[in-house]
């Protein structure tokens, strides 16, 4: 019987072959092709499902970005802080100088506005690497590091605003005062009730009080005071005291003739203002002459403050005098 020749094997017979699949790409057929395809499936989706986790944190605020300082509106919302203290500020530029910013800042789109994003938090960070980027041209000052919040309703925004400054500043009781009364003059909140509750609805039944207090004295003394965040607490409550009483008129009129250059001089002229009005001393009823009105009739009139008491003696007091007395107080009055 013949002997059969085998050829010999070629290169790479028991290496695995290559194979080109539809798309042009090599397929190992030792791995079966279905295992292959779906490997790379698996890898597909979960490219796909960590890109889509990025922009879900990037959406939801859980991702700091840089976002350059020309395209964040500072003026989104009415701003809580009145005044700048200037040594905390120069404190706040020098540890941006040397560490950068650490605490990030908080912003919020605005599809229909020339800016795209509006600043919620974060207003004295912007002002410092707004500062520091115009006196060093660094661009490591030229963006601001912030969350982006989501697009939501205006008194969201001020509530987050407000309890960022609760926390970490501190806000004044007028300033307190004047965020609430703006928002609810803004409409952001339905009256003024709503945006005391709305802004600080975890302070105290008292603190409220107290701010809705100072709330109707930025109303009726803003347009003059120059510096109201300095207006101590007792004060305040002092002079809305004597605003209640009628006194706007003669407070505002004092603060414009006078002028103060500066808080110390302003809170001095405010503690004067506060005092009620020292009303000259009566003449007592014992002193004070009486008026004759007949000859068996005296009148002794006494005014002391808004009181005025009359008092008729004498043998004509009857019940019909009395009468007499309360129409003619009633003609007088008409």
Known sequence: MARRRLTPAQP?????SQTPDNGGRRLNLSV??????????????????MADGIEAARQEGRMIVEVPLGKIAADHL???RVT???????TLKASIRKHGQRTPAEITPLPDSDAPFG????????????????ETGEDRFATLRALIRPAEEAADSYVAMVEENEIRVGLSYYERARVAYEAARRGVFEDQGAALRGLFGTASRAKRSKIGSFMQLHEELGHVV???ADIPERLGLALVSRLRFGDRHRIAEALKEADPQTAEDEIALLAKLADPPRQKPSVS??????????????????????????????????????????????????
């Open 12 to 16: 790479g017979y028991l290496s695995p």
């Open 119 to 134: 600043l919620i938090s974060g207003w004295r960070r912007l002002r410092a690497l707004t500062a520091l980027h115009a």
């Open 285 to 334: 009823r014992a002193k004070q002459p009486a008026e004759k009105l007949g000859k068996d009739l005296s009148l002794n009139a006494v005014r002391k403050g808004r009181t005025i008491t009359l008092t008729l003696t004498g043998q004509n007091v009857d019940d019909a005098l009395l009468a007499q007395a309360q129409d003619l107080l009633r003609r007088l009055k008409a």
């Open 78 to 80: 009415l701003r809580d």
């Open 32 to 49: 079966p092709p279905i295992a292959q395809v779906a490997s790379e499936a698996a890898g597909v989706s979960a490219l796909r499902e």
């Open 226 to 228: 120059r510096f109201p």
């Open 84 to 90: 700048l203290d200037q040594d905390e500020f120069d």
